[in-house]
């Protein structure tokens, strides 16, 4: 099984017919994997190189100097997020009791998140000299990117032109730039660089970097992992849960995951960043099933939801992991010292 490489060049330049064919393509990778990898996108490979470049040296400065920029109650994403605080997929897991909690370990990574500049949350370090141009100038440009790929996700599902457009025009979109440091340390059994997860919002645009590094699985239908294959200057997409439920589950959220890096003779690992564009629609818009995905022998599965409630519910476990396993850890201190007193 591979995964499709489309060419987004005959959808953004070509004729109707150009448009439909490649609409037709789009529409079977959706269903099948709910991943594909877009080429000839119009993204100049200079923009993405430079933001790697000082979200290294972002994420390389000493700790301190990150905890200045730290996302804060209320901010969502903006800011930095601290290593190994959280874990993903949290809501797939069996969890019944803090006992469960405590043998879960957190993701290997740190992150810096930025939302809508026009939300006035985001929070900007003093260093890296140019890191706050140079994240919105990529951010406006992962915009355009995403506002063409819903040009075409519209084709795909035929559904009328500009369908989508009063459910993004206020967009709640996020920028990630997930830092996965070399590993000094063996892992703990079962820890990942990324937990098996699916995303929330409507899609996801991810970037690697241009030495890629590997890691990145999703899981297929079969319930194997593959490995996600790396493309020069290509983008990776995939499909999120409010876009799944959106279709009526006829598009597919698909579980992916991080692996930990191969080590060297020397034991040594190589850190990886990836560049994640979570969009996420209108916090106010109204998930329900679309006309062109359901009708009398097809009915909605899913109940009408307003999309910020829906994400937020659904996130809730896995922003809360660090506070949650801290408090169990207290009350198992607390029950091993009654017991030994």
Known sequence: ??????????????????KRKLAAQVNTAC??????????????????????????????????????????EGSGPAGYHMFATQSNGLAYRN???????????????????LSPERNGLNQWPAYPPGFRDVCLEYYARMETLAFSMIDLFTMALGLPEHFFDKFIDKHDSTVLMHHYPAQ???????????????????????????????????????GEWMDVPQVENAFVVN???????WTNDLWKSTFHRVLNPPRAADGSTKPRIGLPFFF???????????????????????APVIAGDYRRARSKKTHEFLKMKKEAEAEAAAAAANVSA
């Open 1 to 18: 099984m591979t995964l499709p490489v489309i060419d987004l060049g005959p959808f953004l330049y070509g004729s109707a017919d150009d």
């Open 31 to 72: 269903r099948d994997t709910g991943f594909l990898i877009i080429v000839n996108h119009g993204v100049d490979p200079a923009l993405p190189d430079r933001l790697f470049e000082l979200a290294y040296q972002f994420f390389n400065q000493p700790f301190e100097e990150k905890l200045k920029v730290e996302k804060f």
């Open 95 to 113: 969890i019944q009791s803090k006992a469960d909690l405590l043998k879960i370990s957190p993701d290997l990574r740190e992150s810096f998140g």
């Open 184 to 222: 000094k340390e063996a892992p703990a059994d079962g820890q990942l660089r990324s937990s098996p997860h699916t995303d929330l919002g409507m899609f996801t645009l991810l970037r690697h970097e241009r030495e890629h590094k590997g890691g990145l699985q999703l899981k297929t239908k079969a």
């Open 239 to 245: 499909i999120a849960d409010s876009m799944q439920q």
């Open 280 to 302: 996420n629609v209108n916090q106010d818009a109204l998930l329900e099933c679309l006309p062109s995905c359901c009708g009398p022998d097809n009915p909605p599965k899913y």
